[in-house]
């Protein structure tokens, strides 16, 4: 604990797709005088909204919620933008006696944000393919990349381990560098754990939410304000159905087994990289919301007694 970090604490609220991340979130505010900042890509997008499961004025119940409207759809928004952003929003907070809590799963920006990366002289172009993992390429024309790009990087991650070898690239071509300097905050990490099967049956109900009418009538919007299919199909999971439903290609049952099929693949990899975030503290999530959220406070209260040691 530095000295600079004692009593500035954000909470990052974390877990899959439709783990009750915003939910629990928005229960902890009011609990400890906190204030919302969104970590999700889509999300952050202004045009949308029931596709992504934005939440809504009533499912915020009074709580502030900051970057559900910082980037555009067809506009890149990348993860040195989301940080800038979302540091702005947490000095801003804290200077008002406010505690930030993020909440998203959008691993690239809650990665870079928390655990300090120095973007350098990354070019903040707003392309979209920035930071995206590179494809097709093997572990030792990656090796040779990295160790070109950053010797200090390649030495230190497991370079047998192909995966590992082309995450180091992505955060090196985004121009992510881990910070020199101790952030001056100390973060909590709250993950939801759910289990596989029942964490699928949420997202099924999800789906159905979404399909009955909400993104239908969303993409007939975004299309009447002269969006492109193109750029509507590629905004986020759910839109490619939504236009295919329309347009006769899908039937309704044919629209939702895609869409349950890529979230359940996109709620598995997020899992995928949970297993590999440093503190994360897990709570059960299919527990009482009431026990969820008391294990929550537990977890915020400790946080503060140890800042204080």
Known sequence: MTESAAGRTVVAVMGPTASGKTALAVSLAPVMSGS??????????????????????????????????WSRLGEGFTAREFVERARAAMASLWADGVTPILVGGS????????????????????RPNQGR????????????????????????????????VLRALELERAGLQPAQREQAWEALRIGLSVPGPILR??????????????????VRGLLAQGFSPATISGCAIGYREALELLDGRLTREGALESLIRRTWRYARAQMTWLRREPNLIWIDGTADPDHILAASVALVRRQAKEEFV
Do not use: W
């Open 36 to 69: 919302l900042i969104n970590a999700d890509s889509r999300q952050a997008i202004a045009e949308l909204s029931a596709g992504v499961c934005k939440p809504s004025p009533t499912e915020l119940r009074g709580v502030s919620c900051v970057g559900l409207d």
């Open 201 to 218: 049956q949420r997202i099924e109900r999800r789906a159905r939410r979404i399909l009955d009418p909400g993104i239908l009538d969303e």
């Open 133 to 164: 993992l590179v494809q097709r390429v093997d572990r030792e024309a990656a090796l040779a990349e990295l160790e070109r790009l950053s010797p200090s990087h390649a030495r230190t991650i497991d370079r047998q381990n192909p995966r590992r």
């Open 107 to 126: 691993g690239l920006y809650l990665r870079s944000l928390l655990e300090g990366f120095d973007f350098g002289g990354a070019p903040m172009d707003g």
